[in-house]
């Protein structure tokens, strides 16, 4: 027998209105998964999150939390903690007191209220801070209360929305370790907002791309690197991004051959029908530099951006290609880059409808 989802989404519609938020959105939460909710503005994903928190009614389907049909059942009663990106915390009361509010209105004695409060502030590092008000707080620190009051309650799973976006690049990459550890530790289950797809990547065992209140595909993070479902999710997921190129299949049989335009014929990995229209993907890291000789293309550089340990080289050609070689690479713009690429790196999407084909 499966365990029971922690939380089960079937067929999950939303309406505001005329306008439908949320299309049949099937979603299932095994106890202690971090799942993430992934994409561009007004995907939804907000949407998705608060109708779990009961913040949004939904229009159809059905939502369970533990197995229970929560429908109808109001957000203080789903049992579930929401971190919000603006924290909320209460600007006139202590961090110790922000972190044990909920539990003095459960009715909790101030002597286990004050317990329960050391023990997060020992989880979430603010040991030192519980007599501080929050404008006494880095932005890091007010996001730890934050979390620390949502722990607190342990509730059924944590709701997290962008909760970083308002932090600093650094703070950002920091807390989103400190996160996934918390997690780890506390074997909580999370569903995590957010459009930044390597926060996603990083942090979720699952993720879950949305466009238009569709799911696109979800799965384990390097699935959907690896073997995106179509051009969405490739162009989505993976920074800097897929580099893409209009071709057409000359021939069929098992190793069917794309045209480039104006570039060269390659074997494909698989069968497509003949003179089908596709587009070829190929990520940055598999385009590498390579001698005249083994070259299956030569491109001009367009373009050099330096990071230090990787470099990225885009080609001065239309479309470009994004190139990304570890190292520092002794060259200039305008130079001719040979490259050459594996075959088998190659993702094959058919052009009329974007779909991956396997
Ligand atoms: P963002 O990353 O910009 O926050 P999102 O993916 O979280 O975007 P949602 O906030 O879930 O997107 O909104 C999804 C869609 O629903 C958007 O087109 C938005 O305009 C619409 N929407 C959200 N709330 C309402 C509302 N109360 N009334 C009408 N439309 C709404």
Do not use: W
């Amino acid at each position: 027998m499966t365990a029971t989802p922690q939380i089960e989404l079937i067929r999950v519609d939303k309406h505001y209105g005329a306008f439908h938020a949320l299309k049949g959105i099937d979603l299932s939460i095994p106890k202690g998964q971090f799942v993430a909710l992934v994409g561009p503005s007004g995907c939804g994903k907000s949407t998705l999150l608060r109708s779990i928190a009961g913040l949004e009614s939904i229009s159809g389907g059905e939502m369970r939390i533990a197995g229970d049909v929560v429908n109808n059942v109001p957000p203080r009663k789903r049992d579930l903690a929401m971190v919000f990106q603006s924290y909320a915390l209460y600007p006139h009361m202590t961090v110790r007191k922000n972190l044990t509010y909920s539990l003095r209105l459960q009715g909790a004695d101030t002597a286990t209220a004050n317990k329960a409060a050391e023990d997060v502030a020992k989880i979430t590092g603010l040991d030192q801070l519980l007599d501080r008000y929050p404008r006494q707080l880095s932005g890091g620190q007010r996001q730890r209360v934050a979390m620390g009051r949502a722990i607190i309650r342990d509730p059924k799973a944590f709701l997290f929305d962008e909760p970083l976006s308002n932090l600093d690049a650094a703070l950002r990459v920091h807390m989103r370790a400190e996160i996934r550890k918390l997690h780890n530790r506390l074997g909580a289950t999370s569903v995590y907002v957010t459009h930044d797809q390597i926060e996603a990547m990083t942090m979720a065992d699952h993720v879950v791309v949305l466009r238009d209140g569709v799911v696109e595909q979800q799965g384990a993070p390097l699935d959907l690197y690896d073997r995106p479902a179509n051009l969405f999710v490739a162009g989505f997921i993976g920074s800097p991004a897929m580099n893409f190129v209009d071709a057409t299949v000359r021939e069929d049989g098992l190793s069917a051959k794309a045209a480039l335009p104006g570039g060269p014929v390659i074997q494909l990995p698989l069968r497509v029908q003949p003179n089908e229209d596709i587009v070829l993907g190929l990520r940055p890291e598999y385009l590498k530099l390579a001698s005249q000789s083994k070259a299956k293309l030569t491109v001009p550089l367009g373009v050099i951006e330096v990071t230090g340990s990787t470099t990225y080289l885009v080609s001065d050609t239309d479309p470009e290609l994004m190139i990304a070689v570890q190292g520092r690479p002794d060259l200039k713009v305008g130079d001719r880059m040979p490259l050459t690429f594996d075959d088998n790196a190659l993702h094959v999407f058919r052009r009329a409808d974007g779909l991956a084909l396997t």
